[in-house]
């Protein structure tokens, strides 16, 4: 019959083999994942999202979806940027329209009411998110969404994998402390 301390202190060795070089190229991924999920935690307070206005017009009638579109493809051609727009947020409580576009990070805030133009900023929580989910790569060469299932996968699977070693790392010694007590 095998020892069973050795046979506890081999798996541990095993464990601890099978963490390390598990960790280490996953590290990296951790780290971004960890430092873009505090700065998307902190959005709104780090101010990597424009603040959302709100209309000077008390009350009316909106102005068309199809209106909004047109004055942010306008704003983005005074600046020379892609016009194509990637979709509309609409605030009704704040009487704005937020339009976003597909090949940058720009948005321009559109009263609903009057459609005047209240802002024009650069949402960097966007761009954020993109880091933090893997898209970014897809984003900037692939266009597809294969980069973003690949490094999710693999991330969240390096993340489980990381967690049972790491309780079996934690586990162990504690079990072999009491087989040598006995």
Known sequence: MADPIKSKVKALRLYRVFHRW???PLILFFFLIGITSILLAWKKKAELLPPTLK?????GTWILPSEMVKIGESEMAKLGLD???DRIDIRPDKGIAKVTFKTHFTEVQVDGYSGNVLSVSTRH???????HDGSIVD???TGEEGAKLTYSTLTSLGLI?????GFYLWYFPKKIRKLKQH
């Open 22 to 24: 598990l960790g280490i």
């Open 55 to 59: 209309t000077k017009v008390e009350n």
């Open 83 to 85: 016009p194509e727009v």
């Open 125 to 131: 929580s966007d761009w954020i998110e993109k880091v």
């Open 139 to 141: 984003y900037y060469w």
């Open 161 to 165: 994998l990381m967690s049972i070693s």
